[in-house]
């Protein structure tokens, strides 16, 4: 019998946090390995285990897998959270990639000064509200059924729920002109391996702090760390 996938990331969100969602999701248990000092990182590089020099790593199945998108799908495809067919595949990777795309901007946040932060926070409001959310909240009011793709539960559903909180978080009444996705929240959020996930003492990590921005820059030793997490 397999063991648990382990995961080797920070302390913290990043990149990683889709995948932590997407385990969670298919009632997947996993372990990480938190890295925390330059030398767990440069081991993993002379080991050969980054393929090509980044984290997020996810040792599953017998494989040292990188590329967060890689990671996803293989853990998707899995685990039937990944359409029953090519064209429901298509639709679930263009849904993914617009959440993608939202929650990059909120993964920069962290590692950006004041004055920064504060252009940022406008960007995220506006993208979110003008750009990602109204094509999400069409797509559930067109078909009217509970989920993105195939009227059935998936990897998209699971980056949609994701990626309304991470936005929530920075603006609590986003989806105040979406009921769509309001009432899409409340539904994905009741699902029992989704609810287990948001409650206290789970593997879901908390807003980043300064001590994980700190701890990602000590580690990669670099000052703007964004693309390698």
Known sequence: MAGKPKLYYFDGRGKMEPIRWLLAAAGVEFEEELLETREQYEKLLQDGDLLFQQVPMVEIDGMKMVQTRAILRYIAAKHNLY????????????????????????????FLSPEDKEKQLATIIDKATKRYFPVYEKVLKDHGQDF????????????????????????????????????????????????????????????????????????????YVVKAT
């Open 148 to 223: 993105l793709v195939g009227n059935q539960f998936s990897w998209a559903d699971v980056h949609l729920i994701e990626s309304i909180l991470m936005v929530e978080e920075k603006s609590c009444d986003v989806l105040s002109e979406f009921p769509q996705l309001q009432a899409f929240k409340a539904r994905i959020s009741n699902i029992p391996n989704i609810k287990k996930f948001l409650e206290p003492g789970s593997q879901r990590k908390p807003v980043p702090d300064d001590k994980y921005v700190e701890t990602v820059r000590r580690v990669l030793q670099a000052y």
């Open 83 to 110: 359409g029953k067919d090519l064209k429901e595949q298509a639709l679930i990777d263009m849904y993914v990639e617009g959440t993608t795309d939202l929650m990059g901007l909120i993964l920069m946040y962290p």
